[in-house]
Every structure is written in structure tokens, then in C-alpha cells.
């Protein structure tokens, strides 16, 4: 099943025809958070599937065309996100011509994982604002894994069950010395769509492949197969780390082709299995501070605080 947000956060099943609306048939879908109501519908999915599968038949579908679709989880509780889980990306990062040339790189199994804000979450169609002049910021092509059930501690051979499904994501990276949770977490940067397609209809998660593209020409070409940490290990070592709850994601990590994006390029992300998300990048800022300092003493001034 395909399942997405759309317009004013509507929950939608996307078939051949279009996108059919269901958000009234979903447990507490009242309009007070809709920002929740994904989260609603992935909570009582294992429950409530043959009804909103019966729905489809019955109802009539939007044409996408017709539509603006939203991130499919606007607000998860949390971003888990895999660093250097490619073995090609850890040998371009470090090599030559590398953006960090000449330094040792190391893979996930040496950094663990880290975290995204929620806040960072974008949508396809949405326009991304780099942060920063003069520091170059770089597309990393992912696949997305979005949790079906609170858990904890989990094994490799328990962690079907905790899936939901699966999504497009862009891990937008600026470059430099700073924690990666301070150069991936600025708002935008974690793109995901253009919906989820549940764990049921993925015949192998560890063997998707997705392509994404920068203004038509094609920069990354990667597969799970490839994964230093499988679909399956992301899940057990990010439930070790932290309780996931429905609707959190875990970014799967990204492959070889990493690349500088700039103001006004088009991204078009492709997923076997899944569908196409894509995103364009805005203008920065008019005057962008260069480093964090200049940053938070801009923050200070403006609010007439004295260093």
C-alpha cells in the first residue's frame, strides 16, 4: 500500500487512479493536530488495512496532478540517520579529490549514528534554503525507513516487525569540521516522499536501488545491497540506542556520487518500488553568516544582547 499526506495534511491511499481520501476513516484523525494523523494511521494500520484497503473500491480518487503532497511523516518524534554506509562514499569522501582529501575516514561501524531534528523534514515540491554562503553543501541519496511500532532492543530477526515501509530521503550535508548533527539539521535538509510504501509491497529491502538526478543529469546510482549495516542492523542498533516510536525514520545512509548542490538546481530522487521525489533549491539569504560564530553573534545582535 501507498500511503501519503496531502493538501491540508489529508491522509491519502495512492492507486493507478490517483489518491483517495481516508482520513476520516483513521482513529482520531479530529482536526485538532493534523500533523498526527499519519502517525494515527501507522498506529492502527495492522488493525484497520482490509477496511481502508475496501475504501479504495468504494471512493473516488484525486488525480495527483491535482493535489499538493506533503511530507508523508511532517513531525516524527525523531530522524535516526546512518553516516558512511557505503563503502564507495567512505573512499570518495577521503580520496583525491575528496571533499575531506587526505583525512582518515571511517565508516558507521566506527561513528554509530546520529540524530536529525524533526524540524528538518521537507516534502516534495518543497524549495530548500542553503544556510551558508561560500561553504558548500552537498545531496546525499537515501532510502528512508519509517517505524511501525514503539520498540526497544530489538534483533536483526525482529526487526520486520517493527518496520512500517519504506520512503525516498535526502540527507542535505554542509561541509565541514562542525557535528554532523549541526551541518545536517538545518531546516529542509531531510527531504522525504513522495509517500510510504509499506514493508509488504518492498520484495527485498536490502536490494532497492535509486538513482537521483541534478538538473537532468545523473549523479547517484545505488543499491541496499550494498549497505555496510543492513535495513534489518540500522533498526536493531538505532533501537538499542534510543526507544523508536511510530512514524520515527531512520536514514539508511547514501552511495558513492555525493555532490555540491547550489541555488536554484532541480533534485529528482528516484526509489525502485517506491516513486520519485523531487525538490529545488532557493536562493540563500541575502548576507549569510560564513561560520557558526558569526552566526549566533548576528543571533545576539539582533536581540540587542551584548557579547
Not at 43 to 52: A, I, K, L, N, T
Not at 197 to 203: A, C, F, K, L, S
Amino acid at each position: 500500500m501507498k500511503v501519503a499526506l496531502f493538501d491540508e495534511w489529508r491522509v491519502g491511499i495512492v492507486d493507478d487512479r490517483g489518491i483517495v481520501d481516508i482520513t476520516d476513516l483513521i482513529p482520531g484523525w479530529e482536526p485538532v493536530w493534523p500533523f498526527s494523523w499519519m502517525l494515527h494511521f501507522i498506529q492502527s494500520f495492522p488493525q484497520r488495512r482490509g477496511e481502508w484497503a475496501a475504501a479504495l473500491a468504494e471512493r473516488p480518487a484525486i488525480p495527483l496532478e491535482n493535489v499538493r503532497l506533503r511530507p508523508p511523516v511532517p513531525v516524527p518524534s525523531k530522524i535516526v540517520a546512518a553516516p558512511v554506509n557505503y563503502l564507495l562514499h567512505q573512499q570518495e569522501m577521503g580520496g583525491a579529490q575528496g571533499v575531506y582529501a587526505g583525512s582518515t575516514i571511517k565508516t558507521i561501524e566506527d561513528y554509530g549514528l546520529f540524530l536529525k531534528p524533526p524540524s528538518s523534514i521537507a516534502g516534495p515540491g518543497d524549495e530548500i534554503t542553503l544556510p551558508f554562503a561560500g561553504r558548500r553543501t552537498d545531496h546525499e541519496a537515501e532510502v528512508g525507513i519509517i517505524i511501525g511500532r514503539t520498540v526497544r532492543n530489538v534483533t536483526e530477526a525482529e526487526a520486520d516487525e517493527a518496520i512500517f515501509g519504506f520512503t525516498g530521503l535526502l540527507d542535505l550535508s554542509v561541509r565541514g569540521q562542525e557535528d554532523r548533527p549541526y551541518r545536517k539539521g538545518f531546516d529542509g535538509f531531510c527531504p522525504i516522499g513522495p509517500w510510504i510504501v509499506t514493508r509488504d509491497e518492498i520484495p527485498d529491502m536490502n536490494r532497492i536501488g535509486f538513482r537521483l538526478w541534478v538538473n537532468g543529469e545523473l549523479r547517484q546510482q545505488g543499491n541496499t545491497q550494498n549497505m555496510i549495516y543492513s535495513m534489518r542492523r540500522l533498526v536493531a542498533l538505532a533501537s538499542y540506542q534510543t526507544t523508536l516510536y511510530p512514524g520515527d525514520i531512520i536514514a539508511s545512509g547514501t552511495p558513492e556520487g555525493v555532490g555540491e548542490v547550489k541555488p536554484g538546481d532541480a533534485l529528482h530522487l528516484e526509489v525502485d518500488g517506491i516513486g520519485a521525489l523531487k525538490v529545488a533549491v532557493a536562493p540563500r539569504p541575502a548576507e549569510p553568516p560564513l561560520t557558526m560564530g558569526d552566526w549566533f553573534d548576528k543571533f545576539l545582535q539582533a536581540r540587542g544582547v551584548a557579547k
